[in-house]
């Protein structure tokens, strides 16, 4: 199965920040990549697909980029609903299963 | 839009057996793959199996392969999980997910004795 890993595990940061997180996959996964956020006691929400590509609503401070084995989300000024945990997950393998999720980046207002 | 309703969840003891249901609308059910997914207590979050629109093909997560099946009943817009051989770490809030990644509010398994 892929692996994937994330980091960091946890950061603060001050409103109005930059906020970058960093998924790596144990090998090539193209473009197979989401990112998500979780709220306590809600369900994820996906904010970025195909590892680059907005959701519908979400707010355009939220970006991914990346292809292959390393992947960057970024919050390009973090405001204060932000506070949550962000999931990568990658769906690279077929047959459609064996679906991965990182372990996860909590992140909280400095 | 789309809506996920699990149910079903409650406390049971291990090696007994649950069936989870999730009702599904706003959408063409019999048209999207669907998606189990768990979340431990305090946890991240675990694939736990697949089913193809039309029920024809099925995959599980190797934790739960052999115990958990995975159906759906097109003619009723809804998605089930049935867990047998219950164990203390399948103990999770279980979401139901559409093709495309909409999620359900999830509903939460205890096993227990």
């Known amino acids: 199965d892929i692996q994937m890993t994330q980091s960091p595990s946890s950061l603060s940061a001050s409103v109005g920040d930059r906020v970058t997180i960093t998924c790596q996959a144990s090998q090539d996964i193209s473009n197979y990549l989401n990112w998500y956020q979780q709220k306590p006691g809600k369900a994820p929400k996906l904010l970025i697909y195909d590892a680059s590509n907005l959701e519908t609503g979400v707010p355009s401070r939220f970006s991914g980029s990346g292809s292959g084995t390393d992947f960057t989300f970024t919050i390009s000024s973090l405001q204060p609903e932000d506070i949550a945990t962000y999931y990568c997950?990658?769906?690279?393998?077929?047959?459609?299963?064996?679906?991965?999720f990182g372990p996860g980046t909590k992140v909280d207002i400095k | 839009q789309v809506q996920l309703v699990e149910s079903g969840g409650g406390v049971v003891q291990p090696g007994g057996s649950l069936r989870l249901s999730c009702a599904a609308s706003g959408f063409t059910f019999s048209s999207y793959g669907m998606h189990w997914v768990r979340q431990a207590p305090g946890k991240g979050l675990e694939w736990v199996a697949f089913?193809?629109?039309?029920?024809?093909?099925?995959y599980y997560a190797d934790s739960v392969k052999g115990r958990f099946t995975i159906s759906r009943d097109n003619s009723k817009n809804t998605l089930y999980l049935q867990m047998n051989s219950l164990r203390a770490e399948d103990t999770a809030v279980y979401y139901c997910?559409?093709?495309?990644?909409?999620w359900g509010q999830g509903t939460l398994v205890t096993v227990s004795s």
């Open positions: 997910a559409k093709e495309g990644w909409s």
């Open positions: 997950q990658q769906y690279d393998n077929l047959p459609p299963g064996r679906i991965t």
């Open positions: 089913i193809r629109y039309d029920g024809s093909n099925k």
